[in-house]
């Protein structure tokens, strides 16, 4: 019985098409950072396992792709564990590589190993491959290409407003229709658990991320379940309710921190992102100030963004971020990071769904040169020599078969246009090109000014 062969769960093949939309989109992105002054790095597609875990969560962790040791290592097994059932423990006795979950962990790395080398603040963007074993589904894989922008050095609250004009910045050129950037501060979700009585906001952060999904009633519900005080409950639903602009949201907010003598810093670097990035004139975004946002509190200490697709898509998030000042170095103050990424497949879906690739996705013209006879080919071979040397697209048909075959195959491959040189051509030392979508055939004197004409044409 013959096997069928599959990609593995959560990865993909890339047709020719499906690569020229891909690296349209991932031009403009890399076009903007580059606009924004973000200088480019790359980090090893796995990591030491040490420098990954314990820095996402223990939920995370779980979901890192771990390398398998060989040789002599796999003698250091903790057989003990795996017989007991922690499975976790015996993953680790037996690995201590990981392909890399994030890019953001790989950067910490990267800034402590090369301080003295960078300049502060030190903009970096990066796109690569990361990995993650979760559950796939639309838009959600365990091979994707993450794409982030990140600032390190002093906390100033202009870096949050720089990342977010970023987001305006690429959703603008890729012509998407105006989105919601969500916004919050997790000093902010530390003082609503003071408020609820709460020892941690560990209690209420893994409901709050999914408050998106679940909606309030269901915040409660699930609150109620794990035994919270009706109380608790109703402080928090009382400050989730809280309608109306950012300025009257953040006005009362503040209101009730002050009046339970919870510092309101955290409030007031909100409205001052807010209000700059009002003065910067946001064309694809929308900020709305918003308390349930609690997302990647595994390493977030301060401001946190979520970028909500479009209301007629079901994708969830297509970008997020936050500030993290203990990530590449733990009370340096001059190592605090705020950095975004780009759900670059979601972006993805959403182009390919409301039609927002370009039309022609690739400008350089293609060429079929038509075989009549291996004899034939060194008439023009020098021609497609120098034509591949100046980038023009340019191809032999391998076989002398029917010309009807060879026409078939320049449609199927959307080449542009079929150069002909038969022996009637060689006679009269002209060629013929024809444009394959038009259907028209012009004629050539000299077979010598071959590359020069077609030059003209692409």
């Given amino acids: 019985m013959s096997h069928k062969l599959n990609t593995p769960k959560g990865t993909r093949d890339f047709s020719s098409l499906e690569l020229k939309k891909r690296n349209y989109l991932l031009k403009v992105l890399r076009d903007s950072f580059k606009s924004f002054n973000f200088q480019e790095i790359q980090t090893p597609s ?70 003295n080398e960078i300049t502060l603040p030190f ?32 906390k100033n609250f202009l870096n949050e407003v720089e990342c ?3 987001y305006d910045h690429v959703f603008e050129n890729l012509g998407l229709p105006k989105l919601v950037l969500r916004i919050n501060n997790r000093e902010i979700l530390e003082g609503i658990s003071k408020i609820m009585n709460l020892e941690s906001l560990s209690e209420i952060s893994s409901t709050l991320d999914k408050s998106d999904k679940i909606g309030i009633d269901g915040v409660v519900d699930e609150l109620s379940k794990k035994g919270m005080k009706t109380k ?14 950012n300025k009257s949201k953040i006005d009362l907010v503040r209101k009730e921190f002050n009046s339970k003598n919870i510092p309101s810093n955290a409030i007031d670097s909100i409205e001052e992102i807010i209000n700059t990035c009002n003065q910067f004139k946001l064309n694809n975004i929308e900020i709305e100030f918003d308390l349930s946002l609690a997302r990647g509190l595994g390493y977030y200490t301060g401001t946190i963004v979520e970028v909500s697709s479009p209301k007629d898509f079901s994708l ?10 203990d990530l590449v170095q733990k009370n340096n103050p001059k190592l605090s990071g705020f950095g975004i990424s780009f759900g670059f497949d ?16 690739d400008s350089s013209k293609s060429f079929l040169f038509l075989n009549f006879g291996t004899d034939k080919i060194s008439y023009f071979i020098d021609s497609v020599n120098q034509l591949r040397k100046d980038c023009i697209v340019c191809e032999i048909y391998p ?23 038969g022996d009637d051509e060689l006679k009269k030392d002209i060629f013929k090109v024809k444009d394959m979508s038009k259907g028209d055939e012009l004629t050539f004197m000299q077979i010598d000014s071959l590359a020069e004409k077609i030059k003209e044409i692409s």
């Fill in 346 to 361: 979601r972006i993805f879906l959403i182009l390919e769904e409301l039609n927002l690739f370009p039309n022609l996705l």
């Fill in 164 to 166: 977010i004009k970023v």
């Fill in 46 to 115: 796995f990591e030491n396992l040490s420098t990954l875990t314990d820095k996402y969560g223990d939920e995370e962790d779980s979901l890192m792709f771990k390398i398998l040791s060989s040789g002599e290592k796999v003698k250091k097994a903790d057989i003990s564990s795996l017989n007991d059932g922690k499975l976790s423990k015996f993953a680790n006795s037996i690995s201590d590589k990981a392909l890399r979950y994030d890019l953001t962990v790989p950067l910490s790395r990267f800034v402590q190993q090369n301080l």
């Fill in 232 to 245: 608790s409950i109703d402080k928090l639903i009382f400050l989730l309710n809280i309608k109306g602009s």
């Fill in 399 to 421: 076989v002398d078969v029917k010309i009807k075959k060879q026409l078939d195959y320049a449609n199927k491959k959307g080449i542009d246009f079929v150069v002909i040189i």
């Fill in 123 to 154: 903009k970096r963007f990066q796109t690569q491959l990361v990995w993650r074993a979760d559950r796939p589904q639309k838009g959600r894989y365990r091979e994707f290409l993450q794409c982030d922008v990140d600032i390190i050095g002093e």
């Fill in 316 to 325: 969830g998030s297509i970008g997020g971020g936050g500030r993290y000042d």
